[in-house]
Protein backbone atom coordinates (compact mmCIF):
# COMPACT_ATOMS: atom_id res chain seq x y z
CA UNK A 1 0.00 0.00 0.00
CA UNK A 2 1.32 3.15 -0.97
CA UNK A 3 0.75 5.96 1.07
CA UNK A 4 1.68 8.92 -1.11
CA UNK A 5 -1.11 9.15 -3.22
CA UNK A 6 -3.44 11.97 -4.98
CA UNK A 7 -6.22 12.98 -2.62
CA UNK A 8 -8.20 15.55 -3.73
CA UNK A 9 -5.75 16.09 -6.56
CA UNK A 10 -3.06 17.05 -4.09
CA UNK A 11 -0.64 14.60 -3.81
CA UNK A 12 -0.63 13.34 0.04
CA UNK A 13 1.86 11.94 2.72
CA UNK A 14 -0.70 9.72 4.32
CA UNK A 15 -3.37 12.03 5.56
CA UNK A 16 -1.36 15.32 5.02
CA UNK A 17 -1.36 17.58 1.97
CA UNK A 18 2.45 18.26 0.77
CA UNK A 19 1.18 21.65 0.11
CA UNK A 20 0.87 22.11 3.71
CA UNK A 21 3.95 20.86 4.81
CA UNK A 22 5.41 23.24 1.88
CA UNK A 23 3.57 26.11 3.22
CA UNK A 24 4.46 25.75 6.99
CA UNK A 25 8.71 24.64 6.49
CA UNK A 26 9.61 25.60 3.01
CA UNK A 27 10.97 23.82 0.08
CA UNK A 28 13.09 21.57 -0.22
CA UNK A 29 12.19 19.04 2.44
CA UNK A 30 12.40 15.62 3.29
CA UNK A 31 9.10 13.67 4.32
CA UNK A 32 8.36 10.15 5.60
CA UNK A 33 5.61 8.28 6.21
CA UNK A 34 5.76 6.48 10.06
CA UNK A 35 2.73 4.01 8.11
CA UNK A 36 5.23 3.22 5.79
CA UNK A 37 7.66 2.12 7.83
CA UNK A 38 6.01 0.33 9.99
CA UNK A 39 4.82 -1.53 7.19
CA UNK A 40 8.37 -2.78 5.78
CA UNK A 41 9.99 -3.51 9.31
CA UNK A 42 6.68 -5.97 9.67
CA UNK A 43 6.93 -7.48 6.12
CA UNK A 44 10.28 -8.63 7.43
CA UNK A 45 9.56 -9.97 10.54
CA UNK A 46 6.89 -11.77 9.16
CA UNK A 47 9.14 -13.19 6.43
CA UNK A 48 11.59 -14.41 9.15
CA UNK A 49 8.92 -16.31 11.37
CA UNK A 50 9.19 -18.74 12.93
CA UNK A 51 12.74 -18.56 12.80
CA UNK A 52 14.38 -17.12 15.42
CA UNK A 53 15.66 -13.08 14.54
CA UNK A 54 15.86 -10.00 14.29
CA UNK A 55 15.88 -7.07 12.05
CA UNK A 56 18.18 -4.90 12.55
CA UNK A 57 17.67 -1.31 10.37
CA UNK A 58 20.98 -0.50 8.65
CA UNK A 59 20.38 3.38 9.81
CA UNK A 60 22.95 4.31 7.54
CA UNK A 61 20.09 4.49 4.39
CA UNK A 62 18.30 6.85 7.14
CA UNK A 63 19.38 7.65 10.49
CA UNK A 64 16.38 10.41 12.14
CA UNK A 65 16.57 9.67 15.43
CA UNK A 66 13.18 10.25 14.88
CA UNK A 67 12.69 7.30 12.66
CA UNK A 68 15.13 5.22 14.52
CA UNK A 69 12.55 5.77 17.80
CA UNK A 70 9.58 4.68 15.80
CA UNK A 71 11.48 1.44 14.17
CA UNK A 72 13.40 1.02 17.89
CA UNK A 73 9.55 0.95 19.23
CA UNK A 74 8.72 -1.87 16.83
CA UNK A 75 11.36 -3.79 18.05
CA UNK A 76 13.76 -3.25 15.18
CA UNK A 77 17.23 -3.62 15.91
CA UNK A 78 19.71 -1.09 14.53
CA UNK A 79 22.82 -1.98 12.04
CA UNK A 80 25.42 0.91 13.09
CA UNK A 81 28.91 1.58 10.87
CA UNK A 82 30.13 4.46 12.95
CA UNK A 83 30.45 5.79 16.57
CA UNK A 84 28.16 8.26 15.00
CA UNK A 85 25.39 6.27 13.98
CA UNK A 86 26.25 4.29 17.39
CA UNK A 87 25.58 7.38 19.59
CA UNK A 88 22.16 7.97 17.29
CA UNK A 89 20.76 4.61 17.89
CA UNK A 90 21.14 4.81 21.59
CA UNK A 91 19.49 8.37 21.46
CA UNK A 92 16.49 7.27 19.85
CA UNK A 93 16.06 4.77 23.30
CA UNK A 94 17.52 1.47 21.28
CA UNK A 95 19.23 -0.30 24.05
CA UNK A 96 22.62 -1.82 23.02
CA UNK A 97 21.83 -5.49 23.30
CA UNK A 98 19.92 -4.90 19.72
CA UNK A 99 22.64 -2.33 18.28
CA UNK A 100 25.19 -4.46 15.97
CA UNK A 101 28.34 -2.92 14.55
CA UNK A 102 29.40 -3.55 11.12
CA UNK A 103 32.40 -1.42 9.03
CA UNK A 104 35.91 -1.91 7.57
CA UNK A 105 37.14 0.70 9.68
CA UNK A 106 36.51 0.63 13.36
CA UNK A 107 38.31 2.82 15.40
CA UNK A 108 39.28 1.55 19.20
CA UNK A 109 37.86 4.72 20.24
CA UNK A 110 34.45 3.60 18.38
CA UNK A 111 35.00 -0.31 19.53
CA UNK A 112 35.42 1.42 23.94
CA UNK A 113 31.88 3.25 22.95
CA UNK A 114 29.98 0.45 21.91
CA UNK A 115 31.56 -2.19 24.83
CA UNK A 116 31.31 0.09 27.27
CA UNK A 117 27.58 1.19 26.41
CA UNK A 118 26.75 -2.15 25.22
CA UNK A 119 26.33 -4.32 21.84
CA UNK A 120 24.67 -6.99 20.67
CA UNK A 121 27.68 -7.72 18.29
CA UNK A 122 30.28 -6.42 16.19
CA UNK A 123 30.98 -7.63 12.68
CA UNK A 124 34.70 -8.42 12.26
CA UNK A 125 35.78 -7.45 9.05
CA UNK A 126 39.56 -8.00 9.05
CA UNK A 127 42.52 -9.48 11.32
CA UNK A 128 43.89 -5.88 12.49
CA UNK A 129 40.39 -5.42 13.65
CA UNK A 130 39.87 -8.67 14.93
CA UNK A 131 43.24 -7.71 16.76
CA UNK A 132 42.63 -4.21 17.96
CA UNK A 133 39.19 -5.10 19.31
CA UNK A 134 40.77 -8.14 22.13
CA UNK A 135 43.15 -5.58 22.95
CA UNK A 136 40.23 -2.88 23.17
CA UNK A 137 37.93 -5.40 25.22
CA UNK A 138 40.68 -7.03 27.42
CA UNK A 139 42.00 -3.48 28.50
CA UNK A 140 38.31 -2.60 30.08
CA UNK A 141 38.13 -6.22 31.14
CA UNK A 142 35.15 -6.77 28.84
CA UNK A 143 34.41 -9.25 26.46
CA UNK A 144 33.52 -8.98 22.64
CA UNK A 145 30.84 -10.87 21.03
CA UNK A 146 31.97 -11.50 17.73
CA UNK A 147 30.75 -12.52 14.20
CA UNK A 148 33.48 -12.15 11.59
CA UNK A 149 32.19 -10.52 8.02
CA UNK A 150 32.86 -13.33 5.26
CA UNK A 151 33.63 -12.17 1.34
CA UNK A 152 32.02 -15.21 -0.52
CA UNK A 153 33.65 -13.65 -4.13
CA UNK A 154 29.63 -13.92 -5.03
CA UNK A 155 28.63 -11.17 -8.24
CA UNK A 156 25.53 -9.13 -6.60
CA UNK A 157 25.15 -7.73 -10.41
CA UNK A 158 24.42 -4.00 -8.84
CA UNK A 159 25.72 -1.11 -9.32
CA UNK A 160 29.39 -1.23 -9.05
CA UNK A 161 29.75 1.40 -6.33
CA UNK A 162 27.34 -0.48 -4.30
CA UNK A 163 28.94 -4.12 -4.92
CA UNK A 164 30.36 -5.19 -1.72
CA UNK A 165 30.52 -9.25 -2.15
CA UNK A 166 33.31 -9.57 -4.91
CA UNK A 167 36.97 -10.36 -3.58
CA UNK A 168 38.33 -7.66 -5.35
CA UNK A 169 35.64 -5.43 -2.46
CA UNK A 170 37.40 -4.36 0.52
CA UNK A 171 34.43 -6.20 2.69
CA UNK A 172 35.43 -9.15 5.18
CA UNK A 173 37.91 -12.03 4.90
CA UNK A 174 38.04 -14.57 1.87
CA UNK A 175 35.99 -16.94 2.95
CA UNK A 176 38.56 -19.49 1.83
CA UNK A 177 40.67 -18.18 4.52
CA UNK A 178 37.77 -17.95 7.17
CA UNK A 179 38.44 -21.07 9.26
CA UNK A 180 41.99 -19.88 9.95
CA UNK A 181 40.87 -16.37 11.11
CA UNK A 182 38.05 -17.96 13.05
CA UNK A 183 40.45 -20.20 14.83
CA UNK A 184 42.77 -16.99 15.55
CA UNK A 185 39.57 -15.32 17.05
CA UNK A 186 38.73 -17.89 19.60
CA UNK A 187 42.34 -18.09 20.46
CA UNK A 188 42.04 -14.34 21.85
CA UNK A 189 41.53 -12.70 24.91
CA UNK A 190 38.57 -10.54 25.17
CA UNK A 191 36.39 -11.99 22.43
CA UNK A 192 34.11 -14.49 22.20
CA UNK A 193 32.88 -15.94 18.58
CA UNK A 194 28.86 -16.24 18.09
CA UNK A 195 28.15 -15.76 14.83
CA UNK A 196 28.84 -15.43 11.04
CA UNK A 197 28.25 -12.42 9.04
CA UNK A 198 27.86 -11.96 5.39
CA UNK A 199 26.39 -8.87 3.16
CA UNK A 200 26.82 -8.63 -0.71
CA UNK A 201 25.79 -5.64 -2.03
CA UNK A 202 22.98 -3.23 -1.70
CA UNK A 203 19.89 -2.53 -4.55
CA UNK A 204 19.97 -6.45 -5.47
CA UNK A 205 16.79 -7.10 -7.32
CA UNK A 206 17.49 -10.66 -7.71
CA UNK A 207 17.50 -13.50 -5.29
CA UNK A 208 20.25 -15.85 -7.18
CA UNK A 209 23.34 -13.83 -5.70
CA UNK A 210 21.79 -14.10 -1.91
CA UNK A 211 21.20 -17.55 -2.58
CA UNK A 212 24.72 -18.13 -3.60
CA UNK A 213 26.30 -16.41 -0.30
CA UNK A 214 23.92 -17.81 1.71
CA UNK A 215 24.65 -21.62 0.41
CA UNK A 216 28.58 -20.60 1.18
CA UNK A 217 27.45 -19.50 4.80
CA UNK A 218 25.47 -22.40 5.45
CA UNK A 219 28.79 -24.42 4.67
CA UNK A 220 30.99 -22.59 6.65
CA UNK A 221 28.94 -22.59 9.88
CA UNK A 222 28.74 -26.69 9.25
CA UNK A 223 32.94 -26.40 9.10
CA UNK A 224 33.13 -23.96 12.05
CA UNK A 225 30.49 -25.91 14.09
CA UNK A 226 33.05 -29.16 13.24
CA UNK A 227 35.92 -27.24 14.13
CA UNK A 228 34.52 -26.42 17.26
CA UNK A 229 33.23 -23.09 17.12
CA UNK A 230 29.67 -21.98 18.77
CA UNK A 231 27.98 -20.78 15.95
CA UNK A 232 24.34 -19.50 16.63
CA UNK A 233 23.86 -16.41 15.14
CA UNK A 234 23.96 -15.54 11.39
CA UNK A 235 23.94 -11.74 10.41
CA UNK A 236 22.82 -12.37 6.60
CA UNK A 237 23.67 -8.43 5.80
CA UNK A 238 21.01 -6.40 4.03
CA UNK A 239 20.66 -5.37 0.65
CA UNK A 240 16.93 -6.65 -1.20
CA UNK A 241 16.05 -3.94 -4.18
CA UNK A 242 12.92 -1.71 -4.51
CA UNK A 243 11.07 -0.53 -7.54
CA UNK A 244 12.12 2.68 -8.35
CA UNK A 245 9.82 3.31 -11.20
CA UNK A 246 5.95 2.53 -10.64
CA UNK A 247 5.75 0.42 -13.81
CA UNK A 248 8.20 -2.56 -14.91
CA UNK A 249 10.10 -2.96 -11.77
CA UNK A 250 9.19 -5.90 -9.76
CA UNK A 251 12.18 -7.07 -8.02
CA UNK A 252 11.64 -9.81 -5.11
CA UNK A 253 9.21 -9.13 -2.03
CA UNK A 254 10.50 -9.65 1.33
CA UNK A 255 8.40 -13.18 2.02
CA UNK A 256 10.40 -14.50 -1.00
CA UNK A 257 13.45 -13.74 0.77
CA UNK A 258 12.29 -14.93 3.96
CA UNK A 259 11.75 -18.31 2.34
CA UNK A 260 14.90 -18.04 0.31
CA UNK A 261 16.38 -18.12 4.08
CA UNK A 262 14.68 -20.80 5.63
CA UNK A 263 15.66 -22.81 2.27
CA UNK A 264 19.49 -22.15 2.65
CA UNK A 265 19.91 -21.54 6.07
CA UNK A 266 16.73 -22.12 8.26
CA UNK A 267 17.76 -25.98 9.37
CA UNK A 268 21.32 -24.64 11.16
CA UNK A 269 19.25 -23.91 14.29
CA UNK A 270 21.07 -20.17 14.33
CA UNK A 271 19.23 -17.14 15.38
CA UNK A 272 18.91 -14.98 12.11
CA UNK A 273 19.69 -11.76 11.82
CA UNK A 274 19.02 -9.11 9.06
CA UNK A 275 20.54 -5.93 8.07
CA UNK A 276 17.92 -4.13 5.48
CA UNK A 277 18.45 -0.39 4.83
CA UNK A 278 16.83 0.75 1.52
CA UNK A 279 13.79 -1.37 1.81
CA UNK A 280 12.36 -0.27 5.10
CA UNK A 281 13.14 3.54 4.39
CA UNK A 282 13.35 4.14 0.39
CA UNK A 283 10.03 4.09 -0.65
CA UNK A 284 8.96 5.54 2.90
CA UNK A 285 9.95 8.93 1.70
CA UNK A 286 10.12 12.37 -0.76
CA UNK A 287 12.32 14.54 -1.17
CA UNK A 288 9.79 17.74 -2.21
CA UNK A 289 10.80 20.40 -3.44
CA UNK A 290 9.42 23.88 -5.59
CA UNK A 291 10.69 24.78 -9.17
CA UNK A 292 12.56 28.02 -9.64
CA UNK A 293 12.38 28.50 -13.44
CA UNK A 294 11.23 27.16 -16.51
CA UNK A 295 14.35 27.47 -18.69
CA UNK A 296 13.89 27.36 -22.35
CA UNK A 297 17.35 25.78 -24.16
CA UNK A 298 18.97 24.44 -26.95
CA UNK A 299 16.46 21.81 -27.91
CA UNK A 300 15.41 21.36 -24.56
CA UNK A 301 13.90 22.71 -21.56
CA UNK A 302 15.09 22.72 -18.03
CA UNK A 303 13.33 22.66 -14.91
CA UNK A 304 15.34 24.17 -12.98
CA UNK A 305 14.38 22.99 -8.70
CA UNK A 306 15.45 24.14 -5.60
CA UNK A 307 16.81 20.84 -4.50
CA UNK A 308 20.23 19.91 -5.75
CA UNK A 309 22.67 17.20 -6.35
CA UNK A 310 23.95 18.34 -2.73
CA UNK A 311 20.42 17.58 -1.28
CA UNK A 312 19.70 14.23 -3.49
CA UNK A 313 22.98 12.85 -4.67
CA UNK A 314 21.90 9.56 -5.94
CA UNK A 315 21.32 10.63 -9.47
CA UNK A 316 24.85 12.37 -10.10
CA UNK A 317 26.41 9.24 -7.96
CA UNK A 318 24.77 6.28 -8.97
CA UNK A 319 22.98 7.59 -12.44
CA UNK A 320 19.75 6.52 -9.89
CA UNK A 321 16.11 7.01 -11.42
CA UNK A 322 14.63 8.84 -8.96
CA UNK A 323 10.05 9.21 -10.61
CA UNK A 324 9.46 13.05 -10.23
CA UNK A 325 5.44 13.82 -9.93
CA UNK A 326 4.06 17.06 -9.41
CA UNK A 327 2.59 17.59 -6.38
CA UNK A 328 -0.81 18.95 -7.73
CA UNK A 329 -2.17 16.16 -9.63
CA UNK A 330 -2.54 17.46 -13.36
CA UNK A 331 -5.87 16.98 -15.34
CA UNK A 332 -6.37 13.56 -16.80
CA UNK A 333 -5.78 14.70 -20.51
CA UNK A 334 -2.84 16.89 -19.96
CA UNK A 335 0.32 15.97 -22.25
CA UNK A 336 3.54 15.35 -20.37
CA UNK A 337 6.14 18.21 -21.17
CA UNK A 338 9.52 17.07 -21.31
CA UNK A 339 12.37 18.57 -19.06
CA UNK A 340 15.68 18.27 -18.23
CA UNK A 341 15.23 18.39 -14.43
CA UNK A 342 18.39 20.28 -12.98
CA UNK A 343 19.23 21.97 -9.49
CA UNK A 344 20.94 25.20 -8.90
CA UNK A 345 24.50 23.92 -8.05
CA UNK A 346 27.38 24.86 -10.61
CA UNK A 347 27.93 21.49 -11.99
CA UNK A 348 26.54 20.05 -14.85
CA UNK A 349 26.67 16.83 -13.08
CA UNK A 350 23.82 18.65 -10.98
CA UNK A 351 21.03 17.03 -12.80
CA UNK A 352 18.22 14.63 -11.61
CA UNK A 353 16.68 13.52 -14.78
CA UNK A 354 17.18 13.87 -18.38
CA UNK A 355 14.35 14.47 -21.33
CA UNK A 356 11.81 13.38 -18.20
CA UNK A 357 8.36 13.54 -19.41
CA UNK A 358 6.61 15.43 -16.29
CA UNK A 359 3.18 17.38 -16.42
CA UNK A 360 4.01 20.62 -17.61
CA UNK A 361 5.54 22.87 -14.73
CA UNK A 362 5.60 26.71 -13.91
CA UNK A 363 7.65 28.67 -11.26
CA UNK A 364 6.53 28.09 -7.67
CA UNK A 365 5.44 24.59 -8.78
CA UNK A 366 5.71 21.65 -5.84
CA UNK A 367 7.50 18.41 -7.42
CA UNK A 368 8.46 15.74 -5.37
CA UNK A 369 10.83 12.84 -5.82
CA UNK A 370 9.81 8.86 -4.71
CA UNK A 371 11.51 6.60 -3.68
CA UNK A 372 13.73 9.23 -1.52
CA UNK A 373 14.10 7.90 1.69
CA UNK A 374 16.83 5.62 2.17
CA UNK A 375 20.48 7.70 1.00
CA UNK A 376 18.61 10.80 0.80
CA UNK A 377 18.84 12.97 3.59
CA UNK A 378 21.64 11.05 5.27
CA UNK A 379 24.19 12.00 2.48
CA UNK A 380 22.87 15.26 2.03
CA UNK A 381 25.78 18.28 2.15
CA UNK A 382 25.83 21.89 2.67
CA UNK A 383 27.89 21.95 -1.03
CA UNK A 384 27.39 25.64 -2.49
CA UNK A 385 26.69 26.24 1.15
CA UNK A 386 23.20 25.50 0.51
CA UNK A 387 21.34 24.32 3.88
CA UNK A 388 21.10 20.83 4.98
CA UNK A 389 17.52 19.73 3.86
CA UNK A 390 14.83 19.34 7.13
CA UNK A 391 13.11 16.59 7.42
CA UNK A 392 9.59 16.15 8.29
CA UNK A 393 7.64 12.80 9.73
CA UNK A 394 3.92 12.16 9.00
CA UNK A 395 1.23 9.93 11.04
CA UNK A 396 -2.10 10.05 9.96
CA UNK A 397 -2.66 13.53 10.10
CA UNK A 398 0.55 14.84 12.38
CA UNK A 399 3.27 16.04 10.66
CA UNK A 400 6.67 17.31 12.71
CA UNK A 401 9.35 18.60 11.29
CA UNK A 402 11.97 15.85 12.80
CA UNK A 403 15.83 18.34 11.79
CA UNK A 404 15.34 21.89 11.07
CA UNK A 405 16.79 23.21 8.66
CA UNK A 406 20.11 25.27 9.86
CA UNK A 407 19.83 29.05 9.74
CA UNK A 408 22.73 31.19 8.10
CA UNK A 409 24.22 32.06 10.81
CA UNK A 410 24.15 28.49 12.58
CA UNK A 411 26.36 27.49 8.97
CA UNK A 412 28.38 30.23 9.54
CA UNK A 413 29.43 30.13 13.54
CA UNK A 414 30.76 26.78 12.67
CA UNK A 415 33.77 28.57 10.78
CA UNK A 416 36.65 30.32 12.70
CA UNK A 417 38.69 32.89 11.54
CA UNK A 418 41.92 32.18 13.24
CA UNK A 419 43.42 35.16 15.84
CA UNK A 420 46.51 35.22 13.68
CA UNK A 421 45.20 35.93 10.02
N1 LIG B 1 24.59 -3.91 5.88
C1 LIG B 1 25.78 -3.47 5.43
C2 LIG B 1 27.00 -4.02 6.01
C3 LIG B 1 25.84 -2.49 4.41
O1 LIG B 1 27.02 -2.07 3.98
C4 LIG B 1 24.63 -1.97 3.88
C5 LIG B 1 24.65 -0.95 2.84
C6 LIG B 1 23.42 -2.46 4.40
C7 LIG B 1 23.44 -3.43 5.39
C8 LIG B 1 22.09 -1.96 3.92
O2 LIG B 1 21.87 -2.22 2.58
P1 LIG B 1 20.42 -1.92 1.94
O3 LIG B 1 19.43 -2.89 2.56
O4 LIG B 1 20.09 -0.53 2.26
O5 LIG B 1 20.63 -2.15 0.51
N2 LIG B 1 24.33 4.96 -1.01
C9 LIG B 1 23.99 3.85 -1.86
C10 LIG B 1 23.80 2.56 -1.09
C11 LIG B 1 24.98 2.18 -0.21
C12 LIG B 1 24.78 0.91 0.55
C13 LIG B 1 25.87 0.68 1.50
N3 LIG B 1 25.71 -0.45 2.38
C14 LIG B 1 22.76 4.22 -2.68
O6 LIG B 1 22.26 5.32 -2.55
O7 LIG B 1 22.30 3.42 -3.47
Redesign the pocket.
Known amino acids: MDHFLYKNGTLHAEDVPLTDIAAQVGTPFYVYSAATLTRHYHLFTEALSPLPHMVCF ?1 I ?2 LSNVAVLKLLGDLGAGM ?1 V ?1 SGGEYRRARAAGVPGDRIVF ?2 VGKTREEMRLALTGGIRQF ?1 VESEPELRALSEVATSLGLTAPITI ?1 VNPDVDAKT ?1 A ?2 A ?1 GKSENK ?1 GIPIARAREVYAEAASLPGIEVIGV ?1 V ?1 I ?4 TDLAPFEAAYLKVADLTRQLRADGHNIRRLDL ?5 IPYTRSNEAPPLPMDYGALIKRTVGDLGCEIEI ?8 NAGLLVSSVIYVKNGEGRDFLILDAAMNDL ?2 PS ?2 D ?1 HHDIVPVIEPAAATEAAVYDVVGPVCETGDTFAKARPVAPMAEGDLVAFRSAG ?2 GAV ?1 ASEYNTRPLVPEVLVKGDHFAVIRQRPSFDEILNRDTIPEWL
Open positions: AKSDVSGNRHKITFDHGSQLGGGLGEPGRLISGVRMYAAYM
